[in-house]
């Protein structure tokens, strides 16, 4: 595993939700990095226990954490470790209830 799969491993592993977006929370710097984050505030997740990595201040992380997932899009959820997916499936599980059971929210 190249030092860049290390760092996202451990940021994945270590963290209960981490979102790589481009941008951050605040100041989201696309459309679908955007709608991820409303779709977890929607979720009910706590903006504070959520980990945010933008991928457009390290280039390293923006193409590993493609190769580290095999999903080619951005923005990219993980829940305990595990990969969810991009802002259509995250989309589609909160419209089915399916994504507030994985964050274990009632939002």
């Known amino acids: 595993m190249s ?15 981490v979102l790589f977006m481009k941008g951050n929370a605040s100041f989201p710097m696309c459309g679908f990095s955007g709608r991820a984050i ?13 980990v945010t990595v933008n991928v457009l201040e390290d280039e390293a992380i ?8 095999n ?9 305990k470790g595990e990969f969810i997916g991009g802002s259509d499936i995250m989309m589609e599980m909160y419209q089915s209830g399916e994504l507030q059971q994985v964050l274990g929210s009632q939002g």
Not at 5 to 15: G, M
Not at 62 to 69: L, P, V
Request: hydrophobic share 30%.
């Open 38 to 50: 409303q779709i977890l505030k929607a979720s009910g997740v706590d903006p504070k226990s959520l």
């Open 71 to 79: 999903w080619p899009t951005i923005p990219q959820l993980y829940v």
């Open 3 to 17: 030092d860049t799969q290390t760092r996202i491993d451990q940021l994945v592993k270590s963290n209960d939700v």
């Open 62 to 69: 923006r193409q590993g954490i493609k190769e580290y997932s």
